[in-house]
């Protein structure tokens, strides 16, 4: 079953959120904050650590976040452009109506964490680890998707335009949602995943190609 997008009073921790005044640092430690407006631009935040915390209306510029953790985060209309959250940890997050913009995230892990209608685009997630994470009426745009490992995703109603699955690893992965299934490469690391009769037709020749076969139309050669 599909999740719904929850308002901020519907999180269980809504009622011991504090506003939060100030800048963000290296190493920080934010429990229970609600950042709701402004910009961060530059900001650097490496292995800081946000707990039971909401975003609401941020924008994130440039900056830096490495190996920073995202543990019962909730994040609304944000937009994270150009920064590097390389090797974070994200678990049991919802991302609401965000854009990500050329992200570095390589060797991320995500963790049950849902997208509603999110656009991912020129986002590095090679090398990272999805589990039981779902994408809700997103766009995915030119994500690096190459070594990765994925297990039990989804994507209702989601569009994925030129994403790239080169070398992944795939475990109960569904893409029947997907309204498109544009792949730039990585058509043999599809085992795994389960596609529609549909999607099928679509990615033959790509498939074809990735294994080798060769289509022709006619008789046997003599």
Known sequence: MVPSPRELADL???DHLRPFDGDLAEGGDYDTVHLDGGSFDGAVCDHARFLESAFSSVTFTGGRGRGARFNEVWLDGVRWVGTDLADTDWLDGELNGCVL????????????VTFHRCKLESV?????????VTFVDCLLRDVDLGGAGLAEVVFPGTAL???????ARMAKVDLRGATRLDIADGHDAL?????G???LL???PMLA????ITVRDGGAAR
């Open 12 to 14: 269980p921790f809504a």
């Open 209 to 212: 190609d990735a294994l080798g």
């Open 197 to 199: 009769g549909g999607q």
């Open 124 to 132: 590095n997630l090679r090398t990272a680890t999805l589990r039981n």
């Open 161 to 167: 335009e030129g994403v790239r699955f080169g070398r």
């Open 191 to 195: 085992a795994g995943a389960t596609i």
């Open 202 to 204: 679509e990615l033959a």
């Open 101 to 112: 913009a050329g992200l570095e995230m390589f060797s991320a892990r995500l963790h049950r």
